[in-house]
């Protein structure tokens, strides 16, 4: 599922998980439930590794 939003804008954000397919699967709350706190810090970990 993350593989689509990162080939169409080259990142992840927090937003994409409020969309399609996410939403399907629980969407923000449910990574919120998961990750918490340290979502931002995941992300943006992720990111800065798909750059590099």
């Known amino acids: 599922m993350i593989r689509d939003p990162i080939a169409a804008?080259?990142?992840l954000n927090i937003?994409?998980?409020s969309?399609?397919?996410f939403?399907?699967?629980g969407?923000?709350?449910k990574v919120l439930q998961l990750?918490?706190?340290e979502l931002p810090q995941v992300i943006e970990t992720?990111?800065?590794e798909l750059a590099a």
């Open 9 to 11: 804008n080259l990142r």
């Open 35 to 37: 990750f918490g706190a």
């Open 23 to 25: 939403e399907q699967e």
């Open 19 to 21: 969309c399609a397919p």
């Open 46 to 48: 992720l990111n800065r």
């Open 15 to 17: 937003e994409d998980f």
């Open 27 to 29: 969407g923000l709350g």
